[in-house]
């Protein structure tokens, strides 16, 4: 089975590796290709969200613990790497595109033995291990910030600035306006993302900011909230103790939209959120997760503040009183909020997906004609 307009993209199976997968699949289709994602079990609950996509999945592991765990992930690694070089004779992609995580090691390592074009894609500010460890044998790094932490001088040459691609929903609402304010800063809408992944601190805080705040004040905000299931019933008596009707939920399907429809935004820092809010142009304040390896949500966290287009609060600094005042000063100068949403917007709209898509066809030197049109959203699994 080969195909010379086949392209493997290799991601670990969280949404920070395999959102930016997604969005370079869609456009490498949409040119004509066939793409397949090579990834971990993690990655096995794709059907939903990637389109016409062969999924592999590959052993892996991160490396760490003590020698005998190190052992095991050193055995791990080594049959994802032979696993990976079968599917290379199987398939005989023209390039091979990494987004980070554990499977997106082994791939790459297999790719650069046999010598195959190569691209790794780093989403955060730093560069992560997975990437770190492959940077000085693959053919380019693509980056998403102008600056990216861990990128070693002689590696440098390699570097090209894409952007973080992104669902394709939110690039179809970029053009949505900044919702229009009162004059008096009455209807600020806050959406508050990031509890299902264990982000407590946001139920912990934002509920009694707002409770804190004089009612004549509160009653200018509107609150989303995501939660965490255990933390919902809290969360709900806290509001309502004050006769605030938040809407709140573990999980939104519809986040492009709601994100579209906020005026601020609390959550993490992780790197697919800083894309998503840059290219919906939405202001955010931004709580980086304290125990993220190599600290990367500070860093990315850092860049949005550095440009203005939101405020970096490490969570040690994120308390109901330190919000309450941020939040009251977004009222009392409304032009605040609108400046950092036009800050944001100009991060955004780099077309990123399309940006790496130019790059695999630079290296794999094909441009198809034409392409695949509308692809289904079924996955074909095969056993790597």
């Known amino acids: 089975m080969t195909n010379n307009r086949h392209i493997m ?87 091979i595109v990494g987004f980070g995580g554990y499977p997106s090691v082994p791939t790459m390592l297999a790719a650069i033995v046999r010598s195959l074009p190569t691209i790794i894609h780093e989403q955060n500010a730093v560069l992560g291990r997975a990437n770190h460890l492959v940077a000085g044998r693959v053919s380019m790094i693509a980056t ?10 002689e590696n440098a040459v390699k570097v090209v600035m894409t952007g973080n691609p992104v ?23 806050i959406l508050i ?10 139920s912990d805080v934002v509920p009694r900011a707002i409770t804190n705040m004089p009612e004549a004040l509160r009653r200018r905000f509107a609150i989303v909230q995501q939660c965490r299931a255990e933390d919902m019933d809290r969360v709900r008596e806290t509001y309502d103790s004050v ?10 399907e519809d986040v492009p939209d709601r994100m579209a429809a906020a005026h ?24 980086p997760y304290p125990h993220a390896l190599d600290n990367h949500q500070t860093a990315n966290a850092k860049s949005i503040d550095d440009h203005e287009a939101g405020w970096l609060i490490p969570q040690d600094g994120f308390t109901p009183e330190s919000l309450t005042i941020r939040l009251e000063g977004f009222v009392n100068l409304t032009n605040t909020l609108t ?11 780099r077309n990123a997906a399309e940006a790496v898509a130019d790059q695999v066809e630079r290296l794999s030197g094909t ?7 509308p692809a289904s959203d079924r996955v074909r699994e095969i056993a790597a």
């Open 367 to 373: 441009r198809p004609n034409g392409g695949a049109g």
């Open 9 to 95: 993209l290799a991601a670990g199976g969280t949404g920070g590796h395999i959102f930016p997968a997604i969005a370079v699949a869609e456009a490498l289709i949409s040119r004509g290709y066939t793409v397949s994602l090579i990834t971990d079990a993690r990655g096995k609950d794709l059907g939903s969200v990637m389109p016409e996509v062969a999924v592999h999945r590959i052993s892996a592991s991160g490396i760490g613990g003590g020698f005998v765990a190190k052992a095991k992930a050193v055995l791990s690694i080594g049959i994802g790497v032979a696993q990976a070089c079968r599917l290379f004779r199987r398939f005989r992609p023209r390039c």
């Open 144 to 153: 998403s910030f102008a600056e990216t932490e861990g990128v070693s001088p």
């Open 264 to 287: 601020i935004v609390i959550t993490r820092a992780g790197a697919s959120t800083i894309a998503e809010l840059a290219e919906t142009g939405r202001p955010a304040i931004l709580v």
């Open 243 to 252: 006769g605030i009707s938040p809407e709140l939920a573990t999980f939104f």
């Open 167 to 189: 669902r394709q929903h939110f690039t179809e609402i970029r053009n949505r306006p900044y919702p229009p304010l009162g004059p008096n800063g009455e209807g600020i809408k």
């Open 339 to 349: 400046n950092a949403a036009k800050a944001a917007k100009s991060l955004g709209g």
């Open 193 to 202: 993302l990031g509890g299902s992944l264990g982000a407590k601190v946001f």
